[in-house]
């Protein structure tokens, strides 16, 4: 089944930047709406920021807004998030999850497949 694989996750200090890559080992990610999920110690996962199977329609949480960018480039079978400003709240474990085509909703539950994780941590 599809396999999405995380990267560029690292240690990056309050009001740095990093961008955050997910690629499939075996399939394509261009049928799938990809939505990027955090979780930080001691709280729940939660969705950041989605896009569309096109890339026409993107969805981020208020928290999020103006700072992160998830695009995607499906010459490149790649969706990215980047993450600017970063600040400590942004801590977490950051997943990448394809979903069937739809909307871009940040419910967990609409995602059938899921990454492992790269740790993001923002820290002085």
């Known amino acids: 089944q599809l396999q999405p694989v995380e990267s560029g996750g690292g240690l990056v200090q309050p009001g740095g930047s990093l961008r955050l890559s997910c690629v499939a080992s075996r399939f394509t990610l261009n049928y799938y709406v990809v939505a990027w999920f955090r979780q930080a110690v001691g709280k729940e996962r939660e969705g950041v920021s989605s896009?569309?199977?096109?890339?026409?329609?993107?969805y981020d949480i208020e928290s999020v807004r103006g700072r992160f960018i998830i695009s995607r480039d499906n010459a490149k079978n790649t969706v990215y998030l980047q993450m600017n400003s970063l600040e400590p709240e942004d801590t977490g474990k950051y997943y990448c999850a394809a979903g069937s085509a739809g909307a871009t909703s940040l419910r967990a539950a609409r995602y059938d497949y899921w990454g492992q994780g790269t740790q993001v941590t923002v820290s002085s």
């Open positions: 896009i569309s199977v096109t890339g026409d329609s993107t």
